[in-house]
């Protein structure tokens, strides 16, 4: 399968995982007498920023991958590494953004922690061979 499709595909997994975990965040705070607007907002702009992120390491990790194979796996190396910070940066600087406009801190960071589990399901439930 091309690499593109392949990170669109997982990309996809990964953004549906989010919404519906946000989704039941959401829903969570609501049962417990917490919903308010900025609980959206912040479960949404935590959920973008995850999603973001996971599209371009994503992105980054094919990349690396295709010089590996053309012989430097070194260059692959350092663009990873350079990713990863770069990201990070991005990451908190979006937080911090999503904190002074008001989102809700705990719907703003939780979406953050969903990736991993969102993986392992995939995973879990992935057909041999694909």
Do not use: H
């Not at 992120?53 to 992105?59: E, T």
């Not at 094919?62 to 990201?87: F, I, K, N, W, Y």
């Not at 979406?111 to 392992?120: D, G, H, V």
């Amino acid at each position: 399968m091309d690499s593109r499709k392949i990170v669109f595909k997982e990309t996809a997994i990964v953004a549906v995982g989010e919404l519906i975990c946000s989704g039941l965040m959401v829903g969570v705070f609501a049962l417990l007498g917490y919903f308010k607007m900025n609980v959206l907002w912040g479960a949404l702009a935590g959920c973008c920023v995850m999603i973001v992120n996971y599209f371009f390491m994503a992105v980054t990790v094919s990349l690396a991958a295709d010089r590996a194979e053309q012989g430097d796996p070194q260059a692959g190396q350092r663009m990873v590494q350079l990713s990863s910070t770069v990201r990070l940066v991005l990451m908190g600087l979006a937080l911090f953004l999503g904190i002074k406009l008001g989102a809700n801190v705990i719907a703003l960071v939780l979406p953050l922690a969903f990736q991993r589990p969102i993986l392992m399901l995939a995973e879990f439930f992935r057909k041999k061979g694909d």
